[in-house]
């Protein structure tokens, strides 16, 4: 398997604009986690699924960030309208058994917003 | 919810000496305690893990140890090497719970 995909590799956007984030989990893994990582905030929580259904948004930090699954080989993550701090590294990470066993990260998307 | 802190937030040692990162957490009811290293532009990396009916797990030249009375687990690298350089994260999670991550500890080996 060629592990977690995530796409793009880096994202330049202007503030204001819309932002979509990708992921393509591991075939067979049944949990997929989406995460923020910040130099001050380190790696943050975002949202997580449970097949393909949302089960916990609560670190998603405002409205203008919503995520979908609507299929169990890929996921969205996306920004209306995004800001400059939003700006940081997204990581997609999935899962096979549970939330407490070994997640599979992706190789993380870098977003930037001017 | 649980809260996870690790030290130190920066680390370095000279290449063949030990490293010890340290972490606590809130939650008794975590069990599973994994580390994840991660390489500059690439994503975390399970490295050991450690669930709470153990008190100690070695892999070749890191271990790690947990005390689950003082919610405190610890990560040691030995004879460190310059490929070892990265940064490290903790984390603690329950049944019910997503993994919940420290703030990470950058880790560099001088050769």
């Known amino acids: 398997d060629a592990g977690v995909i995530q796409s793009p590799r880096h994202e330049v956007t202007e503030m204001g604009q819309e932002v979509t984030l990708r992921c393509k989990p591991i075939s067979g893994h049944d949990y997929l986690f989406w995460y923020r990582q910040t130099m001050m905030r380190g790696l943050e929580l975002l949202i997580y699924f449970n097949n393909n259904v949302p089960i916990d948004d609560s670190g998603m930090p405002e409205d203008r960030f919503s995520a979908k699954m609507p299929n169990a080989s890929f996921s969205t993550l996306k920004i209306q309208p995004s800001e400059p701090r939003d700006s940081a590294v997204y990581f997609c990470?999935?899962?096979?058994?549970?939330?407490?066993?070994?997640?599979?990260f992706g190789q993380g998307t870098r977003l930037t917003v001017v | 919810g649980e809260n996870v802190e690790q030290h130190p937030s920066t680390l370095s040692v000279q290449e063949g000496d030990s490293a010890v990162i340290k972490c606590t957490y809130s939650d008794s009811a975590s069990n599973y305690f994994p580390w994840y290293k991660q390489e500059l532009g690439k994503g975390p990396q399970l490295i050991i893990d450690?669930?709470?009916?153990?008190g100690e797990k070695k892999d070749q030249r890191i271990a790690v140890t947990l005390n689950k009375t003082a919610k405190h687990f610890s990560l040691h690298i030995t004879e460190t090497q310059p490929e070892d350089s990265a940064v490290y994260f903790c984390a603690a999670s329950s049944g019910n719970t997503p993994l919940v991550f420290g703030k990470g500890t950058r880790l560099s080996v001088i050769a």
């Open positions: 450690i669930r709470s009916n153990v």
């Open positions: 990470a999935s899962s096979l058994f549970g939330k407490n066993t070994e997640a599979f």
